[in-house]
């Protein structure tokens, strides 16, 4: 497993064997220790930081990136997993999730978090683990988030996953070195123009939720339904 942080705070977290965990219910899956499957998306994630941090171009040189920021890699050693691409497993998480809004819909907690970005996934797994004793089950959880996607007639595989690995125990994470090596700097280079194309060609370019009928034909529309932000692509016949 993967996870991206600035170059002092990953020499201190290789030094002490230790990391602290994320605070919050803005958080996808609650408190705790995140990770990634994949190193590219801890190669992202530092870009996206030394992107705010520096005001570098995101598409731009990032050659330096490695004396600002570092990857590590670590084990997870612990087969306690709360596996929301597990079937049961997700279909168990809905409904208990939809349980808990119900019941908390006057929740100042939950409607502050719906009103800061719609989403109360947060809060539930908070719940979970802080509140109805799911870390004695479960030390961490995994889930695999569809990062781009669009609903189109010809296809129901235009998403991009991202796959996130959430520790709730923090003792379960061993072996923490640094991964990183600037020989592979151009080849996360390539994913990430690859990953911005892909994304690009995933989202509906703005202003483009237009009506049918002012569509010409043989040009694209989106209509209410599906897919991303709730509409799928279309092209106008006639």
């Given at each position: 497993?993967?996870?991206?942080?600035d170059?002092?705070?990953?020499?201190?977290?290789?030094?002490?064997?230790?990391?602290?965990?994320s605070?919050?219910?803005?958080?996808w899956?609650g408190?705790?220790?995140?990770?990634?499957?994949?190193e590219?998306?801890?190669?992202?994630?530092?870009?996206?930081?030394?992107?705010?941090?520096?005001?570098n171009?995101?598409?731009?040189?990032?050659?330096?990136?490695?004396?600002?920021?570092i990857?590590?890699?670590a084990?997870?050693?612990s087969?306690?997993k709360?596996?929301?691409?597990?079937?049961?497993?997700?279909?168990?998480?809905?409904?208990?999730?939809?349980?808990i809004?119900?019941k908390s819909?006057n929740s100042?907690?939950?409607q502050?978090?719906?009103?800061?970005n719609?989403?109360?996934?947060?809060?539930?797994?908070?719940?979970?683990?802080d509140?109805?004793?799911?870390s004695?089950?479960?030390?961490?959880?995994?889930?695999?988030?569809?990062?781009?996607?669009?609903?189109?007639?010809?296809s129901?595989?235009?998403y991009?996953?991202?796959?996130?690995?959430?520790?709730?125990?923090?003792?379960i994470?061993?072996?923490?070195a640094?991964?990183?090596?600037?020989?592979i700097?151009?080849?996360?280079?390539?994913?990430?123009?690859?990953?911005?194309n892909?994304?690009?060609?995933?989202?509906?370019?703005?202003?483009?939720?237009?009506?049918?009928?002012?569509c010409?034909?043989?040009?694209?529309?989106?209509?209410?339904?599906?897919g991303?932000n709730?509409?799928q692509?279309?092209?106008?016949?006639?």
């Amino acid at each position: 497993m993967y996870h991206g942080t600035d170059i002092e705070t990953g020499k201190n977290i290789i030094a002490s064997q230790m990391m602290l965990p994320s605070v919050g219910d803005h958080h996808w899956l609650g408190n705790g220790i995140y990770f990634y499957k994949d190193e590219e998306y801890a190669f992202r994630w530092i870009v996206i930081k030394y992107t705010d941090n520096f005001r570098n171009l995101y598409s731009g040189n990032y050659e330096n990136i490695f004396e600002k920021y570092i990857i590590l890699s670590a084990d997870i050693i612990s087969s306690r997993k709360f596996d929301l691409d597990d079937l049961q497993t997700k279909l168990f998480f809905i409904n208990i999730k939809n349980e808990i809004l119900r019941k908390s819909e006057n929740s100042k907690r939950i409607q502050e978090q719906l009103d800061r970005n719609g989403i109360a996934d947060g809060v539930v797994f908070n719940v979970l683990f802080d509140k109805m004793g799911y870390s004695d089950m479960y030390d961490y959880v995994s889930a695999t988030f569809p990062i781009a996607y669009l609903y189109d007639s010809s296809s129901r595989l235009d998403y991009i996953p991202e796959l996130q690995i959430c520790v709730k125990n923090a003792d379960i994470i061993e072996n923490i070195a640094q991964y990183n090596d600037i020989e592979i700097l151009p080849g996360y280079k390539s994913f990430i123009d690859l990953y911005r194309n892909t994304k690009k060609q995933l989202t509906i370019p703005k202003g483009k939720y237009i009506n049918k009928k002012k569509c010409k034909k043989g040009k694209i529309y989106y209509k209410k339904g599906g897919g991303q932000n709730g509409f799928q692509k279309r092209i106008a016949k006639d």
